[in-house]
Structure formats: C-alpha cells, structure tokens
DNA sequence: TTGTAGGCGTTATCAC
DNA sequence: GTGATAACGCCTACAA
C-alpha cells in the first residue's frame, strides 16, 4: 500500500503535522526532531501525495506550459529549460503543446486553469501576446510568466532577449562585410519578436538597405516554403539583395535552399542570416550565420521567476544572445 | 469562488453523487436526471478538481510521457500524438523530456509514479528497453505502453512500426537502382530500432552489400557528427559504397554534409537514405530517400492502447511507414 | 516547539 | 434510479 504521512510519523514517534513541517520546511521544528523525520521519510521511501497537496494544500507543485509554437527545436529546448529549473523545486510541468490553428486554445486555457489549478503558467510567443489569454489568467488571478512578450510588459515578469539589439548586430556584420542590399524575411505578424527583428533591421541600416518584407505561415513546413519563396521573389529584382536574413531558422534554411536551386554560391554569391535556437545549424546549414538564441535559458528563467513566490515583484530578465557567424563571410562578389 | 459539484447538484436539484454519476458516465442514471445535471454543468461552467478525483478516486486523469529521445522532432511528434487522444477523455499529459545522461532516471520515473500515481506510462526508445524502468513499472503494477519495443514483448500493449521491413523496402529500392555497394550507419546499440533496421537491409542486401558499422551517441549534435565520420569512413574504403543509408535521419544529414564536402554529387555520385519523423527531410534535405516513420501515429496508439483500460487486452499495434524517394534517384555512376 | 480538529472536492460503499 | 456518509492524504487554523 502506500506510504502515507501518517506512517511516516508513526515511525519517527511524532505527529502528523511535524512531519508536514519537515517536509514544507517550515520553521519550529528541533533540530533532533527534524532529523528523526527526515530519517523515517527515506526509511520508507515516502513521497507525499500531489493530489492530497493540492487538495489541501495552496500549491499544486505543477507548473504548465503553453506552447503554440511550431518549432519542434524551440519547444524542446524551452521545455528542458523549464525543466531543468522544476526539479530544483519538486515540481511538475504539464506539456500544452498546442497545435497550428487551436481553436479551442482559450478554453482549453481555462479548463487547464480550473481542473488543475496550476501555480503558475508559462507562455510562449505567439500566446505571450494574446490579449485574450491574458485577461483571463489576470481575471483568475493565476500566476503567469511570459516569454518573449511583445507588449503589456508590467503585467507579469517575463524573459526575453534583445531582438532589435540581436537583428541590429547581425545588420552591422552584414553591413561590416560590405552588404548594401539586404534583403528580410519577416514573419508571421502574431510573433512579436518578427517585428522586433525588422526593427532592429533598419535601425542598422540606417534606412538604406533594400527591405523586403514577407508574411510567413507559422507552420514550420510552410515557412521553409515562405522562405524560399521571399528569397526567389528578391531574386528576380532588378538590384537583388547581397545578403538575405530571414526572422527565423527555417525561413533562412528556406532561403538556403532557393539560393541554392539558382546555382548561387554560398556565401560568395549570397550571404544567408538568421536565427537558430540550438547549435544545430552549425551542423546542418553551416554557411548560415546566426543569432544564436538561448532558448533553453529563456526556459530556465521563465520557470526561475514563476516558481519565485506570490510576493516576487515582477522582474524583466534579459538573457544574453550571441552572434554567430560560420565559415568563410568575406566580402560579397559585385556588393 | 471556485465551483463544486455541491453547487451543481443543488442547481439541477439533485444529491452530489447523482452528479458524479453523470461526469463520469456511470449508468442508472435517468435520461431527464442526466439532461438537467448536463445543463447545470453547462451552466456553471463547471470542471471537476483533478486532485480531488484523484485522491477520492482510482483514476488520476494523468499519464507520462517518458522520452528520453534527443531528437526534438521525435518529441514534439510524439507529444503531439499523444495529445491527440487524450484530449478526446480529458486526459492531462505529464511531459519528462530526461535529459541526455540521466543518471536519475529510475528515481525520478518512480517518484513520479508515487507522488502523482498517473494512470499509466508510455515509455520510448531507448527508456521503453530498460529493464530496470520495465522491473519497477511492473512490480508497482502501474500500467504502461511502450513504443518501438526491442523485446520482451508480450509484457505490455505497444506501438511500432516494423523496422526491419521498413529497412528492407529502402534496401530493395537502393538494389533496384542498380546499387550493389551499401554503406549502413549503425545507430547506437541502445536503440533496437537501429538494429531491427541493420537487420532488415542484411535481408534485403542478402549479404552481398558492403557493410560499415558505426556505433553512435544518441545525442543530436553528435549524431550528425557521426554519420558524418562514418561516412568519411567509407569514402576511404578502397571500394567506397555507392549508396549509404543511415539509421536516423540526422546522421544521414551528416553523411551529405560529408558528401558535400567531398564534392560528390547527390545522387549521381552516391544515395543517401534514412529515416525521418516528419515530411521536413522533403525540404531542408531534398535529396535524401527516408522512410517516413509515423511517429504522430504511434504516439497516438499508444495513448489509445494505455486509455483503453485495466481490463483490455494486451495488444500489439503496427503503424505503417512509408517510404519517400525524392528527386532523381536514378542509376549511380560506376554503379 | 509541538499536537489536535476540521476541511479541501471528489469517489466508493451501502442503504433506500 | 437515487441519496447519505465515510473515506482519500494532506494542510490550515488554532490550541497547548
């Protein structure tokens, strides 16, 4: 049968409510005390039952993720940050994988929420900025963190990376290698951070590079499609772009592969840029140059500023990207 | 305040278990007694506490998804599966994307089965081999589903696909254009998938194929990596293979790069051939033949076979693959 | 610093 | 068919 906390008191030789104490780590509890208890919890190998916890208890010990985001990469690595992060406290992370086109995505939420009653909930881009979402969470007055929000920061703590700053860096290094014309592959108009980057774009630019500007689907395979499809549109201008940096991985690799179907030489003809969440492009598309994204940091903290306690104040965590660029980027043919 | 079934009830008018009764779809309930306690429900928006019902109850409402797989691609696939059919029974799924190198990974499976006592396990490769997790699972009497099993069948219900046959087809159409040099990179040893498919092309070749056997680390990056070196591998052979075919997609990803780098053309001056999860393999790697394997699908029987009850019998389900030839795949060269 | 009583929201058991 | 009542395992409040 299992192992209840009564039997865990029985065998330390005291009451039901000092072990609870030991285990929530509460004060007011002798020293001596504490250790009998602790010994008789790994004696019988006890682990409190979640659901009495939740039941009784304010806390569930489980934290969910609501992720609508196509990108296996992204919501892995997201994942294993959370994760990484839950273990340190005992708590358990429920998987949302949402799918492309949920139409139930709210109520879903809400069930979540009321079956649950999670202590906190994570969001991911695009649901980080949907304003339905968010009101219900605000009106149930369930904990959240988002990451990546495009706006309404204040509301909640979030983490996040620079994308202007990320998109800005990448320009001034295409610009350093001499680029005039370059072309951008935005995306979806849902990802806030699309828009970031377009930002961070111009900003480099200064106004002077050639932009074009492309919606994609945010569906992974379409938007390799997207990719391509923006790239061979920019091909056929009268000054097509030296260099190409698309708003995510997959369109870049979409790019790459339309580059490559004209007989364009990578980087000589063309440079491709773009955003990578893991070290795998390095691997895959190695003449792509990248903002490397820290995906699994974003988790990391995500999960670090939910599981922070009612009383946190909200904070803004910044997470560090880095620029990575790959193989020979020499100066571009005829720019 | 949070809505109970003692609300429902005295709303429909009736005693709090008739109202279990109907969330539950128990039967001697009277059609006009469930219809009021249905539009109650309906009315007060009311979702039964999972704690609750787990701790009064038998059932948790929550399985666990075990994948300690590196492949991101093969995770979100078989989340999503799985998702599939549990939001059909109202079913959460519990995510544990173990991380590479769990040294805890008996100790955590069984403090997620004390501490939430999920009502079953799905377990994947290589986990769904362990005979120690298989030994725990079995002993606490928790029910669980394995998919791609090695052995041992017989335990449990399961989901696959036939790897053997599977490599067997990719054989025979590689022999079919006219291949009689086979390069096969082996996978690591703990995935039997990767020895059912070495296998299945030792039948279709009928040991007259070139062999090369490479172990390899599960995790992503490093995969690439060896499929690349396997291949450098048999580039150096003195007579080199025609056609390679790896036993996952990303080391056959590693053998074009390595290709590429030897400036051999795909597929005039070799064939590469493996599996992949998705149809992505179509466009970031266009020339590469796979096997489509349905991991969505399997993750979905799975979920289907664990969700079908205590009492249903053990069953062995068969997904089936596909195999996907892209491009011109014409006869090699020198063949 | 420690113990006791009561309740969290649901299901199981047994009457009616 | 339907309803009262006792668990389920733990935490909160209050007392000692």
Redesign the pocket.
Known sequence: M?V???DVSREAG?????V??V??NE????DD?RERVQAAVALLN?R??MA??S????RSFQIALICDNPSPYYVYEMQSGIRDRCVQDGVRMIAQPYDRDSATLIDDVESLVDATSVDGLILTPPVTDYPAILDLLARRGVRFVRVSPGGDTGLTSCSFIDNVAAARTMTDHLIGLGHRRIGFVKGHPDYATSAHRFCGLCRGAGGGGHIARTGADPRRLLRFRVGGAAAEAMFDLPNPPTAIFASSDDMAAGVLAAAHKRGLRIPDDLSVAGFDDTALASVVWPPLTTIRQPTRAMGYQAADLLLAGDDAPIERREVPFELVVRGSTGPVRGA
């Open positions: 299992r209840t906390i009564k005291v009451s039901i409510k000092t609870s104490r285990l929530n004060r007011y509890v002798g005390t006890f409190p039952s009495a916890r039941l009784a208890g304010k």
